[in-house]
Antibody, heavy 121, light 107 residues
Framework: QMQLQESGPGLVKTSETLSLTCTVSGGSITSSSYFWGWIRQPPGKGLEWIGSIFYSGTTYYNPSLKSRLTMSVDTSNNQFSLRLISVTAADTAVYFC?????????????WGHGTLVTVSS | DIQMTQSPSALSASVGDRVTITCRASQSISSFLNWYQQKPGKAPNLLIFATSSLQSGVPSRFSGSGSGTDYTLTISSLQPEDFATYYCQQSYSMPYTFGQGTKLEIK
């Protein structure tokens, strides 16, 4: 059974860079059938799709974050990563990684457990 | 971006009740609509994909329907473990967007 696990610092200073990694186990990140995505949830609020990446490195970003966002994939370690620059308190959230099946007509499953990132000066 | 609006935002119900949650898209999403359940401190869990297909392992008391811009999630007979927050999500076009959530509470 596939599992995803987020990792990275739980505290990032304002204006600095947030970096997270998602490690995939129980299956290969190089499957041509799947995309790998990031979703975040500010405390007490709803869900926001951040972006997705294919194993080839093709990326799709939410336009609201595109200017600050970089996603990458490390096939040798079965991982994909997120890098968000110039963070503010508004970037404080639980960050989830998840798999989805295609660009459209797809759904997020499974999900990682999520990791809380707090942005503070 | 496609805006997703759920109603109600919160709902109180009793065990055994039939409950319906509605999700409306700002434009037609051609049945590319998914539903998730989230419990406190946990990741969302996929319940229904493509409007009406039940994810493996999800109880049959959950069902989905809809077309165009209007979609519903129905729980036929609430069980204690169903009290949670529910989100809809469109996959018709990027950026993927979610509804604001419906919190289902015990009456």
């Amino acid at each position: 059974q596939m599992q995803l696990q987020e990792s990275g610092p739980g505290l990032v200073k304002t204006s600095e860079t947030l970096s997270l990694t998602c490690t995939v186990s129980g299956g290969s990140i190089t499957s041509s059938s799947y995309f790998w995505g990031w979703i975040r949830q500010p405390p007490g609020k709803g869900l926001e799709w951040i972006g997705s990446i294919f194993y080839s490195g093709t990326t799709y970003y939410n336009p609201s974050l595109k200017s600050r966002l970089t996603m990458s994939v490390d096939t040798s370690n079965n991982q994909f990563s997120l890098r968000l620059i110039s963070v503010t308190a508004a970037d404080t959230a639980v960050y989830f990684c998840a798999r989805h099946g295609s660009k459209i007509l797809s759904w997020f499953d499974p999900w990682g457990h999520g990791t809380l990132v707090t942005v503070s000066s | 971006d496609i805006q997703m609006t759920q109603s109600p935002s919160a709902l109180s119900a009793s065990v055994g009740d039939r409950v319906t949650i509605t999700c409306r898209a700002s434009q037609s999403i051609s049945s590319f609509l998914n539903w998730y359940q989230q419990k406190p401190g946990k990741a969302p869990n996929l319940l229904i994909f493509a409007t009406s297909s039940l994810q493996s392992g999800v109880p049959s008391r959950f069902s989905g329907s809809g077309s165009g811009t209007d979609y519903t999630l129905t729980i036929s007979s609430l069980q204690p473990e169903d009290f949670a927050t529910y989100y809809c999500q469109q996959s018709y076009s990027m950026p993927y967007t979610f509804g604001q959530g419906t919190k289902l509470e015990i009456k």
